[in-house]
Every structure is written in C-alpha cells, then in structure tokens.
C-alpha cells in the first residue's frame, strides 16, 4: 500500500499508527489534555474542534492550534471538525464547513485536515486543492453510526475517496453483530490487496468492534485512535494498552 509521510512519521508501513483525540471544550482542558498524553504512547495527535466552545471564532480557533503546534512541535496534527451528520458535535452548514476548514488549511499549523464525503464530490475536490496548494494532507472520512453497510458499499466509498484526491480514506462503522465486524475487516482486506493507491483507515466501533482497532497490522488499516484520558468515539482503547495489542501482533 502506498505510504505517506508526514513530518516524521509514516502512514501505510510498518505497525498501525497511534492518534490520540483531544475533546476538549477550552483551552484550559487542552492544556491538561496534552500534559496527559505525553506519557502515552502514540504518533500523531487529533484535534476534534467540533467539541470546542466558539470554534466559529477565528481567534479562538487560532490560539488553540498555535498551541498545540507549539507543544507537540514535530508531532502530525489532524484536524477534524465532525459534523452532526456524521456523529459529530458541529451543526452547519456546507458552506461554513468549507470556510472553516479553508481559513484552518491557511494557517499553516496543522499537518492533515478530515474532509468527510457526505459533504459531496465538490467539498473535497475543493479542500483536497487548497490543502496540498498549502503541503498539507487530507483524509477523508465516512461514518456509519448506527449500522455496518456491505462490503461492496465500504470498499466503494473507499475508493471513491481515493478517486477525489484524498491521501488517506476512513470509513467507521458501527456493528450489529459479530458478522458486521467480520464484514469492516473483509472490506479493509480489500482495500490492501486490490486498491493500494493509498493507506486506509477502518474500525468497527463499540464494545462488539474492539478488536478491529488493535488487528490492522493483520488487515490492512493504518490508523488506529486510542486514549489518554476522554475518548471521541465508543470502543477506544487507552493508547497503552493499544500499543501493547498492536505491538503482541506485529
């Protein structure tokens, strides 16, 4: 599977990836956040500004990324602004969705922007421009909260993201039952053996879901997210019991 490099750290090669989301409503919690977190093991840390109080505020949004640029200096910053309809906690419009992820992208402090597919072809074509204009990266991203879809419809979407420019693809899911999350980890399989053009991400989320997040080494997902204190999706793992799975399966 194609790699990618970011700052010091390469995604699709080697061992599954550790992020650490942070989601935390202000500045004050973040600060905590990361002094937390830097006894944790992981690579690259996740920014979920949708959680962040006045995120629509400029000023606000640029005194929490130079912090977080100060303080983790070269470590990879994803930034993620998640929408309601994709599980997230940011009501908006396209529009706005696209004009906060431009005005992030200019800043230059981030490293990779989540661009999420339901928001159309022309959104990502858009941001997937503007971010590798900046030397910045996308991944884009899917997410199937209360149910798994079909293989097929995984592996679609997959590719369709690779289609529309994006450097890495995450599609989420959210299983009913054990064969849901037999049917992620197929789809995933598919991807690294027929679709290789970039590094994937998949996961099965909630109790049922948890060993897709320590096996990519094994199917193919080159992300996994893991915590060092509040979690931002259901079935995280804290990031040293993850690093130990992921590391027992190398």
């Known amino acids: 599977m194609k790699a990618v490099k970011i700052r010091n750290v390469v995604f699709g090669e080697g061992i599954p990836k550790i992020c650490i989301p942070l989601t935390d409503t202000d500045l004050k919690g973040l600060k905590q956040s990361v002094k937390a977190m830097k006894s ?3 690579d690259f840390v996740e920014w979920r500004a949708d959680f962040y109080q006045n995120i629509e505020n400029p000023q606000v949004r640029f005194q929490a990324m130079a912090y977080l640029r100060d303080q983790l200096g070269d470590t990879p910053i994803l930034f993620t602004l998640r929408t309601d309809s994709e599980g997230g906690m940011a009501g908006m419009e396209t529009e706005e969705y696209i004009a906060m992820n431009l005005d992030v992208i200019e800043t230059g402090l981030m490293d990779l922007i989540d661009v999420e597919l339901s928001k159309g072809d022309d959104t990502m074509r858009t941001l997937v421009e503007a971010a590798h204009r900046a030397g910045m990266k996308i991944i884009a991203s899917r997410h199937s909260t209360t149910s798994t879809p079909s293989k097929e419809t995984i592996v679609s979407r997959l590719c369709q993201m690779q289609h529309l420019g994006a450097d ?5 899911v959210m299983p ?4 849901d ?7 995933t399989l598919t991807m690294r053996e027929e679709h290789k053009e970039t590094p994937v991400i998949t996961m099965s989320m909630g109790r049922q879901g948890i060993i897709s997040r320590v096996c990519g080494s094994v199917f193919g997902s080159a992300i996994t997210f893991g915590t ?3 979690a931002s999706a259901p079935g995280q793992l804290p990031a040293d019991l993850l690093s130990s799975f992921i590391n027992s399966l190398a």
């Open 40 to 42: 944790a093991p992981f």
């Open 181 to 187: 999350v037999l049917t992620l980890l197929d789809a």
């Open 176 to 179: 009913q039952n054990e064969r």
């Open 168 to 172: 890495i693809a995450k599609y989420a």
């Open 228 to 230: 060092a204190g509040k």
